[in-house]
């Protein structure tokens, strides 16, 4: 069954069978969509113009469309009686435009005057109205159920709310297969932080003085208007809905989202609002649908203060939803707008030159900080030497730099002047870099002299001259310090062995150069300004590009989701090759001071983060799940060494965060605190999901949906479900989603990468997802969607067997795999056991009844074996699809990603090969059964079980 749903109305809950197009009004009436061949399924059109007002009427024209064995199209339309405060029964015609394209496209169409009906089935569809009687508009509503003769389900429609009945009126039944909640989340999830715990009065949080600026603005903007306007049309976009609540400001910010980035820009202090320009949004491209140009031309009328049609004012402003994938992706905001990502971040707000902007500790090394003025004034400096050495506007970097001060100002430098930066983390290996680099065709090479990692300091200089050998492009590599010490004590390593490339050291450029003006260029809203690379959990590392424009994402996640103000201190536990690096150095344009460090997140001791938090006075604490989790093991209490009393926000991403760990937080940490388990990832340089510092956090759950973002979780079909699992995706465009992959200039590796063409035009961020609908809401991720297990045709989660499995004491780490045998699908799971706890037969039973107990029987893994690690990424994500297609015989296209490639040796002999020849019979029965069972022989040296 396919259902065409027209108009601005999008809260149709259509049945689970159907496929969904979203399409405008004036696109079907002037162009109308391909209509199903007799030998197709039969399609149902509901066409809904609507629009509650808020003085005269409620009208409403609905047209049902069913096209089956018909040799021509046919149409029945549908016009319910319109609702008149004076008089609820009577009939409003449709205007005589309408009227006029319905018949015209329409066969089956009849107008309707007053009262006389004269439809096929003659049938009043009434819908509940702002101002209607209730008691005419349920009755006729049922008399559509022959319409409906595959679900037998009638939908009414609301403007604040969908409702669904049976023919008899009454609730639908949950199905009998709806899946059980995944067992550590509660059906109500207990409050583990209430609402406003990290600070007194929830008004003056930037979220609250954000939704008292919009509200202002737009209760008191003049409506643009054309003279002939009626008086009852609102202006666009109306203000948001009062009481504040953050679900209905959410659905605003959505529906207008073009209108709220423009908000963002001027309430978020990003340097002149007013080079937004006009128009806020434009779709190109040569071959749009109808639907598509009419967005177009919405948004330049707005722009131009000409006056809008009648019509378009009357339906609002055109949503973005139902947008083919080359529209999507080829969506964007201000394209007209200039914006500067360096000049933000360097201004700081405002902050003044004597304010510490960066405080720096790498492992066993004393602290040192950075001022703004010191901060602008080495930036002015490395852009007159990039100037001098030719560095251009769309110039590629590539950098293998550490987490320093330093990088910071070679960043801001290179993209300042609109040079586009990508970086990765000095541990990488040749090879990898190479291949991530290479194709970039970098100009300039930034390169740290050393790292240091668990007390052992490495040279990166040789490294860095072999990557110049084998990148022809690279004309200048540039050496930045570790600290002071460690460039005086490695300089020998300077002496060049790539005598075509001009090397500088960073102390030298700083030492010769005199102060210079800070200036920066004006650069498009849209210009490219970083190359990020996923994380390779699902194959070789994509090449993502970033714009400038990603600068309105990132600070109103941290200052509308995240509360950070001028003088916060933030901290986020990161290497320069994760996109939370990236997103940390933008804190500064909210003025935050940013805490830089460099080293293992457990060395000398597991609370080396933390102190250095707590002497700095750090308000926000960014970290991993499995950081969180690794502290909990070990009983580690940071609230009983330290104050923590600037502690307001805790961040946590990369992984599900389980609700043992919301608690430990509570207990150990700081129970006055907002704790934020967000969702996002490379893809986007932000979040999908995050916090909302008003409202109360559950255990298990992430809040909220972020701000702008039409974010939903969405079935096979690309309907949206709630309370059901799902995949994540966002409906409609948004500002920070990549300009495009590296080197897929028609972008079809962007649309096959981020759009099912199952589900529509929408990104699918490929995370398994459930979401909680009211009073609860919120959000769990289950991993990803590829990673899924499928024993016995069960769907079965691979983050719900992690958490039982990491709660025992005698397990590290683990991760599960599917691997197919017989042509049926069993879990392996794979653990590296903690402290002193031997592998056993006792032991493996016990952690199968744990799973067991705590799950299902489908959760049960078929084998549970020991190692001595587990494959995971640089960033330290798990390699779930690498290592099913290892085990499983298939290529693994992607070690060359892992933190240690020859990791994948030790599973080389859990790779199931079939068995060509009858077994040999063996003298030792265990034996047999052992390789009838696994595939393989014994190993001689250990025992598995």
């Known amino acids: ?387 001098r050495i030719g560095l251009q506007k769309g110039d590629r970097v590539a950098a293998v730099v550490c987490n320093t001060p330093e990088t910071v100002v070679t960043m801001l430098a290179v993209t300042g002047l609109g040079g586009i930066w990508s970086s990765c983390s000095p541990d990488f290996s040749l090879p990898v870099l190479h291949s991530r680099f290479d194709d970039l065709s970098p100009r300039l090479l930034v390169t740290s002299d050393v790292y240091r990692l668990k007390g052992r300091t490495t040279s990166c200089i040789r490294k860095a001259e072999d990557l110049c050998r084998r990148m022809a492009s690279v004309k200048t590599l540039l050496t930045l310090p570790l600290d002071g010490a460690m460039e005086i004590t490695f300089h020998e390593d300077i002496v060049s062995r790539v005598p075509d490339v001009f090397q500088a050291r960073y102390s030298d450029i700083m030492n010769t150069s005199a102060a210079t003006e800070l200036a920066f260029p004006a650069l498009s809203f849209n210009d490219p300004l970083f190359i990020l690379f996923s994380s390779g959990t699902t194959g070789p590392p994509k090449r993502l590009v970033h714009r400038q424009g990603l600068l309105l994402q990132l600070v109103k996640e941290h200052q509308l989701h995240l509360d950070v103000r001028p003088g916060d201190a933030m901290l986020y536990y990161s290497t320069a090759s994760w996109m939370m690096w990236n997103w940390l150095v933008a804190g500064l344009a909210s003025g935050a001071t940013l805490l830089l460090y460099e080293g293992h997140a457990m060395h000398p001791d597991p609370l080396v983060l933390w102190r250095f938090f707590d002497e700095h006075g750090g308000t926000l604490f960014g970290t991993s799940a499995k950081y969180l989790q690794d502290l909990e093991k070990m009983e580690i209490v940071p609230k009983s060494t330290f104050s923590l009393s600037r502690l307001r926000t805790l961040c946590s991403t990369g992984s599900p965060l389980y609700p043992h760990s919301f608690r430990y937080a509570a207990e150990c940490i700081k129970r006055d605190l907002h704790l934020v388990s967000m969702s996002g990832g490379s893809d986007i340089c932000s979040c999908f999901l995050t916090g909302n510092p008003t409202g109360e956090v559950r255990e298990g759950l992430l809040q909220v949906e972020g701000l702008g973002m039409d974010v939903a979780v969405v079935n096979p079909f690309g309907e949206s479900t709630v309370g059901r699992t799902g995949e994540l995706a966002c409906l409609q465009p948004f500002v920070s989603q990549p300009i495009q992959l590296w080197d897929d200039e028609n972008r079809a590796k962007y649309i096959q990468t981020y759009f099912d063409k199952a589900k529509g035009g929408m990104w699918v961020q490929g995370d398994h997802c459930l979401s909680f609908g009211s009073p609860i809401k919120g959000f769990v991720i289950l991993g990803r969607s590829d990673a899924t297990l499928n024993p016995s045709g069960v769907r079965v989660s691979s983050s719900e067997i992690y958490q039982v499995v990491l709660g025992h004491r005698g397990v590290r780490e683990c991760i599960a795999v599917g691997r197919i045998h017989n042509d049926a699908e069993h879990i392996v799971l794979f653990i590296v056991l903690a402290g002193t706890h031997r592998y056993t037969a006792s032991f493996v039973a016990e952690l199968k009844k744990m799973i067991r107990e705590t799950l299902t029987s489908f959760h049960v893994p078929k084998h549970i074996f020991m190692v001595g690690e587990i494959p995971k990424t640089k960033n330290g994500k798990l390699m779930e699809k690498e290592l099913k297609n290892f085990v499983n015989g298939l290529p693994a296209t992607n070690l060359a990603s892992a933190q240690n490639p020859d990791v994948f040796r030790e599973y080389e002999r859990f790779v199931h090969k079939p068995r060509l020849h009858p077994r040999t019979p063996s003298p030792h029965a265990w034996r047999s059964e052992y390789e009838e069972e696994h595939g393989f022989p014994p190993p001689t040296d250990s025992m598995d079980y």
């Open 1 to 387: 069954m396919e259902v065409f749903l027209l108009g601005p109305l999008t809260r149709c809950r259509a049945p689970n069978s159907a496929l969904v197009h979203h399409l405008s009004v004036e696109s079907y009436l002037r162009n109308s969509p391909i209509f199903p061949s007799s030998s197709r399924a039969p399609a149902t059109v509901l066409c809904a113009l609507w629009r509650k007002v808020t003085s005269r009427c409620h009208c409403s024209l609905y047209s049902n469309r069913t096209l089956g064995s018909l040799d021509v199209p046919s149409a029945e339309v549908f016009v319910p009686p319109a609702v008149h405060r004076q008089n609820a029964g009577g009939v409003r015609p449709p205007c005589a435009s309408t009227a006029a394209n319905c018949a015209a496209r329409f066969p089956g169409y009849l107008p309707t005057l007053g009262n006389q009906c004269k439809i096929k089935h003659a049938t009043a569809l009434g819908v509940e109205g702002h101002s209607c009687q209730k008691a005419w508009a349920t009755a006729p509503v049922f008399q559509m159920a022959s319409l409906f003769s595959t679900s037998r389900r009638i939908y009414t429609f609301d403007d604040d709310r969908d409702v669904e009945h049976t023919e008899n009126g009454g609730t639908p039944q949950r199905p009998s297969d709806q899946p059980p909640l995944p067992y550590f989340v509660d059906k109500e999830p207990p409050v583990a932080f209430p609402a406003s715990a990290s600070f007194h009065d929830s008004h003056s949080s930037r979220l609250s003085l954000f939704y008292d600026y919009v509200a202002k603005k737009h209760s008191h903007a003049p409506p643009p208007l054309c003279p002939s306007a009626p008086r009852f049309v609102q202006p666009l976009p109306p203000p948001p809905p009062s009481p504040p609540a953050y679900n209905t400001f959410h659905d605003w910010t959505v529906r207008y989202a073009p209108f709220f980035w423009r908000d963002v820009w001027e309430f978020c202090g990003v340097c002149n609002p007013s080079n937004a320009g006009s128009p806020l949004l434009e779709i190109r491209g040569d071959n749009l649908s109808p639907g598509e140009q009419s967005i177009n031309r919405f948004y330049a009328q707005h722009a131009t203060s000409q006056g809008l049609p009648r019509t378009q004012f009357l339906f609002g402003a055109p949503s973005m939803r139902g947008l083919s994938c080359q529209a999507f992706v080829n969506t964007v905001f201000f394209p007209k707008g200039k914006l500067n990502f360096a000049e933000n971040v360097v201004r700081g707000a405002g902050r003044l030159d004597r304010d510490v902007a960066l405080v720096y500790s790498c492992e066993g090394s004393p602290s040192r900080t950075m001022t703004f003025g010191d901060l602008r004034r080495q930036v002015a400096v490395m852009m007159q030497f990039f100037r």
